[in-house]
Structures are given as structure tokens and as C-alpha cells.
């Protein structure tokens, strides 16, 4: 009877702390973008990476150098599988999946199902 007590306090602590820590430093459901939306690099990724990047992903701070005519080469391909959004590293690090650069930093899960699209969709510098 005890040993079953202490599994059952064990098994819901357990859960008990995953979901905190899911429920604070990722987002879990990224929404799939339209299936006709043809997601384009210069329009609507290099506006994310403008907005809330290269205030550290520069030259001098953190790579992958994420500026205007300097990002799409420095990530694909060596952090993006073109095709593959969930199995990229680009995007297994990107703020809200799996990297937090500042407390409280995360991209909204709009920017994020973009970013997914434009890799799934081929990752192309269009
Ligand atoms: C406050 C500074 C800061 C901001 C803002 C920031 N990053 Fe980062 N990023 C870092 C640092 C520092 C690293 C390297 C250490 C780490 O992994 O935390 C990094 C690492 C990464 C990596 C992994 C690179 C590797 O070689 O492992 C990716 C991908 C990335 N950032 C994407 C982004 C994207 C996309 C944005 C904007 C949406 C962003 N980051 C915003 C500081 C930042």
C-alpha cells in the first residue's frame, strides 16, 4: 500500500514538473500554415530575423549571422534541412522551441509556423 502511495506521489510530481516546464519556456502547438501559402525568405522570414535577432545574431555576437543579405547562407544549409522543419536545427533552436537567449524572450507562434512553412516548403531564398 505504501509503495503504491509513494509511486502514485512520485508519478504525478513527475508530471506535475514537466508540464510547468513546458508551459514556461516553450510553446507546445505551432499552428500549420495554409497549404497554398508560399512562404518567401526576403518577405516574411528576414522581417522576423530583422525584428528580433540581430541585436545579438551579428558579426560579433552570436552565430548564425541572421542580417539582411548575410542570413539565408549562413544557415542553410548547415542548420537548415530543407524539407524537414522538425529534424532542422535552426528551428529546434529557434526562441519559444528550444533556445531562450533573453528571460522571457520567445518568438509568437505565428512567426514561428512561418518559419516552419518556409523550411517544410523547401527553404528557398525566394
Ligand atoms: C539576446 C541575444 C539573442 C537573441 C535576441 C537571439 N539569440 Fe539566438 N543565440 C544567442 C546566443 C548567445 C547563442 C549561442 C548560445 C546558445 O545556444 O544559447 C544563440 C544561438 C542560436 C542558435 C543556435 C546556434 C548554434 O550554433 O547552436 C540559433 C538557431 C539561434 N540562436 C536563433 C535565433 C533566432 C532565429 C533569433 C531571433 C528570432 C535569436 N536566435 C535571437 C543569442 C541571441
Known amino acids: 500500500m505504501k509503495k503504491l502511495f509513494r509511486l502514485a506521489l512520485v508519478s504525478s ?6 508540464s510547468c516546464y513546458y508551459d514556461e519556456l516553450y510553446i507546445e502547438e505551432i499552428p500549420e500554415i495554409p497549404e497554398d ?7 516574411d522570414i528576414q ?5 528580433n535577432c540581430i541585436g545579438c545574431h551579428n558579426a560579433s555576437v552570436a552565430n548564425p549571422d541572421l542580417r539582411e543579405g548575410n542570413s539565408y547562407n549562413a544557415i ?3 542548420y537548415v534541412i530543407a524539407g524537414d522543419a522538425e529534424n ?6 529557434l526562441p519559444g ?3 531562450q537567449p533573453d528571460p ?3 518568438l509568437d507562434v505565428d512567426e514561428i509556423a512561418l518559419i516552419k512553412g518556409w ?3 523547401g527553404a528557398e531564398n525566394n
Open 88 to 93: 532542422s536545427e535552426f528551428y529546434q533552436k
Open 47 to 51: 522581417p522576423i530575423f530583422t525584428a
Open 76 to 78: 542553410v544549409p548547415e
Open 97 to 99: 522551441i528550444g533556445h
Open 13 to 18: 510530481l513527475s508530471l506535475m514538473c514537466f
Open 104 to 106: 522571457g524572450f520567445t
Open 119 to 121: 523550411i517544410d516548403q
Open 37 to 43: 501559402q508560399i512562404v518567401s525568405f526576403q518577405d
